[in-house]
């Protein structure tokens, strides 16, 4: 079963959003020290959150900066996971912050690609923008991440 129909079945049950978000935890542990959630995910577009507690706060009191970008790389590599044609692949090479005002409270990460993706015989950089709000709506931080999309290699 893919990444999407997986959501779409586990989303509909009660907590089925955590669940999921748990189980891709599980798969990629890194993820777990932040315990996102994911919130929405569609072809083209995924959004996550991130509790404001203690384990993900800095020095100041406020999300740490590296937390920031764990749920960037969590929500942006579901999304492009979703997006991207079956017989493509991905893997993140590279990613370029800018974290523009004090992260406090539940952080709210929207994914995007830069286009549409595309099935090529030949690999290509697709940039995810990342975008993460605060409560308020404001944004506290952005981030392009370069994912590296090529063929399926033939088993």
């Not at 989303?11 to 935890?25: D, E």
């Not at 315990?35 to 404001?52: D, F, K």
């Amino acid at each position: 079963m893919n990444v999407l129909a997986a959501y779409q079945r586990i989303s509909r049950w009660p907590a089925g959003r955590w669940l999921f978000s748990r189980l891709v935890c599980w798969k990629a542990p890194y993820f777990a020290s932040i315990a996102p959630r994911i919130e929405s995910l569609e072809p083209g577009r995924g959004i996550a959150t991130l509790a404001h507690r203690r384990r993900v706060t800095n020095h100041l009191g406020t999300v740490h900066a590296i937390a920031l970008c764990n749920l960037a790389e969590f929500v942006g590599g579901l999304a492009c996971d979703v997006s991207i044609p079956p017989s493509m692949r991905w893997i993140p090479k590279g990613m370029t912050v800018a974290y523009l005002k004090k992260a406090v409270g539940r952080m709210r990460a929207t994914a995007t690609p830069a286009f549409p993706p595309r099935e090529a015989e030949a690999g290509y950089e697709l940039p995810f923008e990342v975008v993460v709000e605060d409560p308020a709506g404001d944004v506290v931080f952005r981030a392009t991440i370069a994912m590296w999309v090529s063929p399926k290699s033939a088993r």
